[in-house]
């Protein structure tokens, strides 16, 4: 499952036009701002998950001094599907004509999306870890992204009490079932990772790697209901101290370890950047596993802090899962890339013969 081609109409700086891409790699080339990163937004937002970047606001998406303020985007799936997104204010999404969720579209085209902070996931910011698993449930797990949606509300609105100096008793009791739902999900997810990355032994140090969930504020009761209460009860007067939420999946991360000690501390720098490689190849064959289809892969700028080998390793494993890929780069010299190779410049995009 991919793109056969896209079509561009008012989007950011891109020329509009329509672009038909290979089912195999595609890599955009150009300089910092010409453009790349444009299209796999709009790849991303056709496949139903939106901006790139949370928090986007719609207006700032078409282009600059346009004249229009509406954005059409269209792709055509290697099923003949059409897919047609306008936005205009607000997102409206449509395949074959008739309106569909942004849930069944991602059933629809699975997407995995791997921006550069990505490759820096083992000493990056927790934040990081969570965006990894919250990607690959959102596409396996049909509810999580709305449940996820109301347990993040529910915890701004727990915020906003706590600086009030108000009881969170209620929306504790409201928050329990989702925060427990969120928790046992991750962890089934993190399951699946760790037996998925077993096969990318190639990248992984000699030790291997071992993943666990870290759950927020947790004491690590092995229920996880009674440890979700538990630890409100005892993490209270904090809270209320400092006035933040401190027990929940939004302050979760992944513990990554290898040979008993952290990743982060234990591997050298390109290590790192094979065990993030893993991971992407893991959170890929792990969707594929559940869903029966590989997921379209979107790589802006994740090369950059690999060396010749890291690349080579990358790109033929991603060719050997048959999977296809927009990858972006700012780098020169890729002669030597095995798929389809584009040149972008101010918006506009050049199949390089």
Partial sequence: MGFTRVRFNNFR??????????????????????????????????????????????????????????????????????????????????????????????????????????????????????????????????????????????????????????????????????????????????????????????????????LCLKRGGSVQSENIEEDYNLSLIRNREKERVIKMPIVGPHRDDIIIKTDGKLAACALSRGFRRRVAIALILAATDGVKRKMGRAPVLLLDEVTAELDLEGKELLFRSLLERKTQVFAATAEPGAEDFPGERYTVSDGRVMKNE
């Avoid at 906003?160 to 046992?184: C, F, G, N, Y």
């Fill in 13 to 210: 700086n891109l020329e509009s036009r329509e672009i038909r891409w290979t089912p195999g790699l595609n890599l955009l080339t150009g300089v910092n701002g010409s453009g790349k990163t444009n299209i796999l937004e709009a790849i991303n937002i056709l496949s139903g998950w939106g901006p790139l970047e949370r928090g986007t606001k719609s207006f700032s998406l078409p282009t600059w001094n346009s004249g229009t303020t509406e954005v059409q985007l269209t792709g055509q799936l290697d099923g003949e599907e059409i897919i047609k997104v306008k936005i205009s204010g607000r997102f409206l999404l449509k395949i074959d004509d008739s309106v569909i969720s942004a849930t069944d579209l991602r059933w629809k085209i699975p997407v995995l999306s791997f921006l550069p902070n990505d490759m820096a996931i083992l000493e990056g910011a927790a934040s990081f870890r969570r965006r990894l698993l919250d990607m690959i449930l959102s596409l396996i797990v049909p509810p999580y992204a709305l449940r996820l949606s109301d347990y993040r509300r529910g915890i701004r609105q727990k915020a906003a009490m706590l600086k009030q100096e108000k009881s969170t008793e209620i929306i504790d009791r409201v928050l329990t079932p989702l925060a427990t739902w969120i928790w046992k999900m991750r962890e089934e997810v993190v399951l699946l990772l760790s037996d998925c990355i077993k096969e990318q032994d190639f990248l992984l140090p000699e030790k291997g790697v071992f």
